[in-house]
Structure formats: structure tokens, C-alpha cells
């Protein structure tokens, strides 16, 4: 590297001290709670946030706010009351149900599942263990990547029994305990082994032993059918435009992501890890253990645990966190014990970038440099190629993805592309697909996307070329596997 001279002329040392002070006014004229006001309602008025959010300092609830619809047919805003479905959130209270009845010696962790369910195949239920469920590490296919899941298994209704017939008699993907591969299906498992051994519904067993102490009542087992106060309807995004999102039966979700809550009462829950209410402290360490390397941290019961890094070399601490995506809504809780800080964010449009607000509250809270902010690129590219044609979109897009306006977020080139793909654009589509695989050509699913479009448009050889990349980068792709599956029969 070539070495820099120490000989810095006197205007560019002015400029970065005046940048640098800039920097430093606005953290100190601006409260860390008026400074989160203001971030998230430009998410909010950039259309990247819609729903409720809960902000806690050194234990202290410092922000909390509704942003948006809970309903937008009827014009209902969102509020800190509002109920939202958790979706994969669900998994931090089924693992505490778990280690509950261990305390209570009715489970063991290292004890194959076989034991508590008698009828399961001995095959594989004499190999996992509750602690392989847990983690993520027992090798069980994942239900929700089925090719089915969407059509057909996610709509119906099904006992927690019958359901695990579903894949229970499927092969192990690996030896239990050899790697984390996220799996429902374990979490699932789960909520049925609690039914099993506690005499009760997972939904009762929860409401006895953590909602009911913790005075949670505005949490609780989703139910399609039941008249609940308060409750967000789920929609999803199509560039600029929602959609209500697509049915699913809760029976589906279950101990792996059914439950529904507000802010306020998952704050109750936050609160309730610093004690021992529902755990002693011996057994509640476990949930937080770093059991299993899981991306960039690892895993624990039902938590991911990370190691957040505020620009200090040195400077590291640790963060306890679960999101959770479900049709129409995806959520986070963010919690760093040493401080005692907290965020939890809950969207009712699903695909928010949730990890990007967690990030900029984070640094606020710390005190710390953070981003703003932008506006979509692809959904102001969507209107271009509308208004002005395919071509006139990709000039503005090129002249636009590195400005400091706009940024170019993946799910929304996606969401962009399916919404011309939808309305019969299949060639620009095609073109809004090919951007996104040029911005995120590690991502399996932009190469997804880019092979059905070109399905769709019959060059069968592009799209059989972008499904097995997508494969490739992305080997859980059950959908790509049986589209070439199918390509290659007809």
C-alpha cells in the first residue's frame, strides 16, 4: 500500500474537522430518543416501515410509536397496542416452555425424542435430542422449503400430530448435531413433545406458564378465526402498491411462529429474562449458551447470539436477537443484557429491512455514527420503466445506483420485478431481474427469480442456467430443484 504523506494540506484538515463536528452537533442536540423519531419516520415516509416500535435504554422504555396502517382498508393507524403476528419470534417462547419442564425433570436435554414420542420413527428419533431440536442441529428437512408448502400444506388445517407425519419418514439431511441448518420443523416438533409430556395444548401450556405470570394479555395463539381487538392485518408489498397477504393456516406455524403480540408486552417478556420468574437461573443461562456457529454468530435456544462492533477496534458487545417472518409481517427483538438496551420492531407489510433500523437505533443508543435512510431505487425504477419504457428505466437506473439518495435493496428489486412479471411485462421484468443478480450475485434467490421469468418468457435454456446457479448458491432451494426436475422432463 502506498504510504500516505504526513503533509496534509491545512483546507482538507479543515473540512474533515468541520464534517467531523457536524457529525458530533447532531448527536449532541438531539436527544437519542428525538433522534429515533426522526429516523424511523423517514423509514415510515420512505414507505420502508410500517407498524409498531418499542425502544428501551438501561432498562427505561425511552420510544414508542405506531407507524402506518394496522388496517388499510379502513384507515386504522398503527399504535404501540397493536397485536402483530410474530412469525419465527414464537421460537424464544417455546424454548423457554422446553427448559421449564427440564427444570421440572420431565425432559432431558440429551434424551433422543423418542422417548417422549413413542410412535416416531426410531431411525431418526433415537439419534435427535432436545438439544438438536433447539438448535437447529438435528438434520430434519425444514418443512416451509418444501415445493408443496406454498399450494398446498400451508393452507389446510392439521393436529400437531398429523403434521409431523409430514417429515417425520424423511431422511436426515445431516447427522444430528454435525452442523446448524435453520429447520421449523424442529420447533414444530417441539411444541408437540410439550403437548406430549405436559398433558396440555402448547397454546394452554403457554398461557399457564408465561403469559398469564408475565400479564401478557395481548399475546397469544394466532387464530384465523377469532374476533381479536386490535389485531394488524398483514399485507405485502408490490413496488409501491400493498396486497393482502396470501392465507395461512396458523395450525401451520405453531410452535415455530404462530403466536401474536404488541411491543409493549414483548418489552413485559424482555423484562422478565433479567429475573427469575419463569426460570431459575441455572436453566435460563442455557437459553443464551453460543451452542452452535449459525452465519456470522451463533445459536443458543432460540436466540442468536452476535457480537456487535461500534467502530472501536476492541469495542464489541453482545447482542441476544430473533426475527421472525411470516405472511404479511416480519419482526425483531433485539436485546443486549449488559445494558439492559432493547428494540423490538414490528412490520404488518412484511420484507422490511428491520436488521438496517436495529443497526442505526443501536448505534443512537451508543452514541454512535449511523446511516440515514434512502429512498428505493426500485421502486422509482418500476415507475420510470411504467411511464417512459424499459429503456428509459435502465438509463435512470445506472445514473441513479450510486447516488446518495437512493439505495438498491434486494428484496425490493425482487418485489419490483415480480410486480411487472404479474402485470404481463415479462421482458421487463426480465431486465429489473438481470439488475438485481448484477447488485446480489451471491444471492440463490435473484437467480430464482431471473430463470422463471425467462420460463415464463420460454427461453428454457437462460432459465435452466439461472435455476441451477441458483441451486448452487442456494442449495435449500426445493423450488428451483423441482422446477429443473421438471424442465429436464419435458
Known sequence: MKQRSKHFPV???????????????VSIGQTKTEQIDKLMNLYSEYGQFNGSILVADAGKVIYKKGFGMANMEWNIPNQPDTKHRLGSVTKQFTSMLILQLVEQGKLKLDTPIAKYLPDYPKASGDKITIHHLLTHTSGIPNYTSFPNFVKELSIN????EAFVKKFADLPLEFTPGEKFTYSNS???????IIEKVSGKTFEQFLQDNILTPLKMDNTGFDHHETILKNRASGYEKNGKNYNNASYLDLSIPYAAGSLYSTVED???????LYTEKLLSKKYKELLFNSYIPAGPGHYGYGWFINKAFNGEKNDSITVIEHGGGINGFNTLVSRIPSDKNLV?????????NLNEMNKAIRNILYNKPYSMPKKSLANTLVEVILEKGVTSGLTYFKENKNSSTYAINENEMNSAGYQLLQTGKVKEA????KL???AFPKSGNTYDSLGEAYLKNGDRNLAIINYKKSVELD????NGKKVLEEISKS
Request: no cysteine.
Open 11 to 25: 483546507k482538507t484538515i479543515l473540512i474533515g474537522l468541520f464534517i467531523q463536528l457536524s457529525t458530533l452537533t
Open 157 to 160: 388445517p392439521y393436529g400437531p
Open 186 to 192: 424442529g420447533y414444530f416438533l417441539l411444541g408437540y
Open 266 to 272: 414483548l418489552y413485559l417478556w424482555d423484562q422478565s
Open 344 to 352: 423490538i420492531l414490528l412490520n404488518n407489510t412484511g420484507g422490511a
Open 430 to 433: 426480465i431486465e429489473v431481474f
Open 436 to 438: 438485481n443478480v448484477e
Open 475 to 478: 442449495p435449500n432451494n426445493e
